[in-house]
Protein backbone atom coordinates (compact mmCIF):
# COMPACT_ATOMS: atom_id res chain seq x y z
CA UNK A 1 0.00 0.00 0.00
CA UNK A 2 0.97 3.70 -0.61
CA UNK A 3 -0.09 6.08 0.95
CA UNK A 4 0.36 10.01 -0.73
CA UNK A 5 0.52 13.07 1.33
CA UNK A 6 0.18 16.79 -0.70
CA UNK A 7 1.25 19.65 0.77
CA UNK A 8 2.11 23.28 -0.70
CA UNK A 9 -1.39 24.60 -1.48
CA UNK A 10 -2.44 28.04 -0.61
CA UNK A 11 -4.00 31.37 -2.12
CA UNK A 12 -1.72 33.25 -4.67
CA UNK A 13 -2.90 36.58 -6.61
CA UNK A 14 -2.61 36.14 -10.34
CA UNK A 15 1.27 35.95 -11.78
CA UNK A 16 2.74 34.08 -8.62
CA UNK A 17 4.08 30.75 -7.83
CA UNK A 18 3.16 28.11 -5.29
CA UNK A 19 5.16 24.69 -5.50
CA UNK A 20 3.27 21.13 -4.12
CA UNK A 21 4.78 18.65 -2.72
CA UNK A 22 4.07 15.12 -2.85
CA UNK A 23 5.25 12.54 0.01
CA UNK A 24 5.24 8.86 -0.94
CA UNK A 25 5.31 6.26 1.35
CA UNK A 26 6.65 2.98 0.46
CA UNK A 27 9.87 1.22 -0.45
CA UNK A 28 9.08 1.55 -4.62
CA UNK A 29 7.98 4.86 -5.10
CA UNK A 30 10.98 4.98 -7.63
CA UNK A 31 9.79 2.41 -9.76
CA UNK A 32 6.45 4.84 -9.78
CA UNK A 33 5.21 7.32 -12.57
CA UNK A 34 3.87 9.78 -10.78
CA UNK A 35 1.14 12.83 -11.55
CA UNK A 36 -0.42 15.82 -10.95
CA UNK A 37 -4.07 15.97 -11.20
CA UNK A 38 -6.69 18.92 -10.39
CA UNK A 39 -9.89 19.58 -10.29
CA UNK A 40 -11.84 22.64 -10.62
CA UNK A 41 -15.79 23.10 -8.95
CA UNK A 42 -17.97 21.92 -11.50
CA UNK A 43 -15.59 20.21 -13.20
CA UNK A 44 -14.02 16.90 -14.00
CA UNK A 45 -10.55 15.71 -12.64
CA UNK A 46 -7.48 16.55 -15.52
CA UNK A 47 -4.17 15.33 -15.65
CA UNK A 48 -1.77 18.40 -15.15
CA UNK A 49 1.30 16.80 -15.61
CA UNK A 50 3.63 13.02 -15.38
CA UNK A 51 6.71 12.07 -14.87
CA UNK A 52 8.37 8.64 -15.66
CA UNK A 53 9.90 6.71 -13.00
CA UNK A 54 13.71 8.06 -13.68
CA UNK A 55 12.19 11.51 -13.70
CA UNK A 56 13.94 11.80 -17.47
CA UNK A 57 10.82 12.41 -19.12
CA UNK A 58 7.95 14.20 -18.39
CA UNK A 59 4.55 15.41 -20.30
CA UNK A 60 2.18 18.27 -19.18
CA UNK A 61 -1.08 19.19 -20.80
CA UNK A 62 -1.16 22.05 -22.85
CA UNK A 63 -2.55 24.79 -20.66
CA UNK A 64 0.33 24.63 -18.20
CA UNK A 65 2.99 23.59 -20.02
CA UNK A 66 5.79 26.64 -20.10
CA UNK A 67 4.66 27.73 -16.74
CA UNK A 68 4.32 24.50 -14.56
CA UNK A 69 7.44 21.99 -13.75
CA UNK A 70 7.04 18.35 -12.45
CA UNK A 71 9.73 17.14 -10.54
CA UNK A 72 10.67 14.37 -8.16
CA UNK A 73 13.32 13.07 -5.67
CA UNK A 74 13.81 9.54 -5.45
CA UNK A 75 15.57 9.46 -2.38
CA UNK A 76 13.21 11.62 -0.37
CA UNK A 77 10.36 9.73 -2.36
CA UNK A 78 8.59 12.99 -3.08
CA UNK A 79 7.40 14.39 -6.43
CA UNK A 80 6.53 18.07 -6.83
CA UNK A 81 4.82 20.89 -8.91
CA UNK A 82 6.46 24.48 -9.39
CA UNK A 83 3.73 26.59 -10.73
CA UNK A 84 4.82 29.65 -11.83
CA UNK A 85 2.62 32.46 -13.41
CA UNK A 86 -0.26 31.57 -12.05
CA UNK A 87 -3.75 32.33 -13.43
CA UNK A 88 -7.36 32.04 -11.81
CA UNK A 89 -8.20 29.22 -13.88
CA UNK A 90 -5.56 27.51 -12.04
CA UNK A 91 -7.38 27.43 -9.14
CA UNK A 92 -8.39 23.97 -8.25
CA UNK A 93 -7.65 20.94 -5.77
CA UNK A 94 -4.67 19.48 -6.69
CA UNK A 95 -3.89 15.67 -6.29
CA UNK A 96 -1.13 13.32 -6.55
CA UNK A 97 -1.43 10.14 -8.02
CA UNK A 98 1.02 7.22 -8.18
CA UNK A 99 1.33 3.94 -11.29
CA UNK A 100 2.44 0.97 -10.54
CA UNK A 101 3.56 1.31 -13.82
CA UNK A 102 6.96 2.92 -14.81
CA UNK A 103 5.31 5.15 -17.15
CA UNK A 104 1.66 6.20 -16.92
CA UNK A 105 -1.11 7.84 -19.00
CA UNK A 106 -3.45 10.68 -18.90
CA UNK A 107 -6.51 8.57 -17.73
CA UNK A 108 -7.40 8.41 -13.75
CA UNK A 109 -7.22 4.66 -15.02
CA UNK A 110 -3.62 4.58 -15.23
CA UNK A 111 -3.14 5.28 -11.38
CA UNK A 112 -3.33 3.44 -8.72
CA UNK A 113 -3.00 5.52 -5.53
CA UNK A 114 -3.99 8.86 -4.73
CA UNK A 115 -3.44 12.04 -2.26
CA UNK A 116 -5.94 13.61 -0.41
CA UNK A 117 -5.73 16.62 -2.55
CA UNK A 118 -4.57 19.92 -1.39
CA UNK A 119 -6.32 23.55 -2.50
CA UNK A 120 -5.05 25.93 -4.90
CA UNK A 121 -6.61 29.00 -5.18
CA UNK A 122 -5.34 32.06 -7.52
CA UNK A 123 -7.43 35.50 -6.97
CA UNK A 124 -6.89 38.81 -6.56
Known amino acids: QVQLVESGGGLVQPGGSLRLSCAAS????????MGWFRQAPGKERELVATIHWSGRNSYYVASVKGRFTISRDNAKNTVYLKMNSLKPEDTAVYYC?????????????????WGQGTQVTVSS
Open 26 to 33: GRTFSTYA
Open 97 to 113: AASIQPVAGSAQYDYDY
